[in-house]
Antibody, heavy 116, light 108 residues
Framework: DVQLVESGGGLVQPGGSLRLSCAASGFTFSRYWMAWVRQAPGKGLEWVANIEPDGREEYYVDSLKGRFSISRDNAKNSLFLQLNSLRVDDTAVYYC?????????WGQGTLVTVSS | EIVLTQSPDTLSLSPGERATLSCRASQSVSSRSLAWYQQKTGRTPRLLIYGASSRATGIPDRFSGSGSGTDFTLTISRLEPEDFAVYYCLQYRTSPYNFGQGTKLEIK
């Protein structure tokens, strides 16, 4: 079975950094695009970024370019999201998603709280 | 950038009624890359429909998707109590991908 398990969330002060991880299993990770989606408390879903199978192409929502960085380690079946210069409005649950023809495989999410 | 606008923002219906949710794109979207999700409070979004009209595994046949170009529809033929939730559409063909703002389906 496909499994995506996020980790790395937590409480961070404004201006701080976090690195989120997503451990993938149950499929050939190196063959798939992967993505991050976030959801602020009480708000809608927001696509954040995606990355192609070999990691050479990355795309971001315009509002986050320069602060967030997506990467992957195919040898470790892992996806990452580096969050820098965090702001209070980056507080959200961050989901890892397999970016395929159906967009049906999501992790359970990891909560990032930005607060002083 | 393709912007998705869902309507209505809130839909108030009773169990047993038919629900029709709309997702309109600012430019043409590939039908192969339009999905619908259901989300309940505190839960991960659940895929209902992908490719505009294909039901995901385990989704009851009262859920159906249709549309092409810029206009897409999610129909729930007869509402069950567990169907009251928030619904989102997503286009995943052209980066940046985008979700609609959501439609809240509430019990009347």
């Amino acid at each position: 079975d496909v499994q995506l398990v996020e980790s790395g969330g937590g409480l961070v002060q404004p201006g701080g950094s976090l690195r989120l991880s997503c451990a993938a299993s149950g499929f050939t990770f190196s063959r798939y695009w992967m993505a991050w989606v976030r959801q602020a408390p009480g708000k809608g879903l927001e696509w954040v970024a995606n990355i192609e199978p070999d990691g050479r192409e990355e795309y971001y929502v315009d509002s986050l370019k320069g602060r967030f960085s997506i990467s992957r380690d195919n040898a470790k079946n892992s996806l990452f999201l580096q969050l820098n210069s965090l702001r209070v409005d980056d507080t959200a649950v961050y989901y890892c998603v397999r970016d395929d023809e159906s967009w049906g495989y999501w992790g359970q999410g990891t909560l990032v709280t930005v607060s002083s | 950038e393709i912007v998705l606008t869902q309507s209505p923002d809130t839909l108030s219906l009773s169990p047993g009624e038919r629900a029709t949710l709309s997702c309109r794109a600012s430019q043409s979207v590939s039908s192969r890359s339009l999905a619908w999700y259901q989300q309940k409070t505190g839960r991960t979004p659940r895929l209902l429909i992908y490719g505009a009209s294909s039901r995901a595994t385990g989704i009851p046949d009262r859920f159906s998707g249709s549309g092409s170009g810029t206009d897409f529809t999610l129909t729930i033929s007869r509402l069950e109590p567990e169907d009251f939730a928030v619904y989102y559409c997503l286009q995943y063909r052209t980066s940046p991908y985008n979700f609609g703002q959501g439609t809240k389906l509430e019990i009347k």
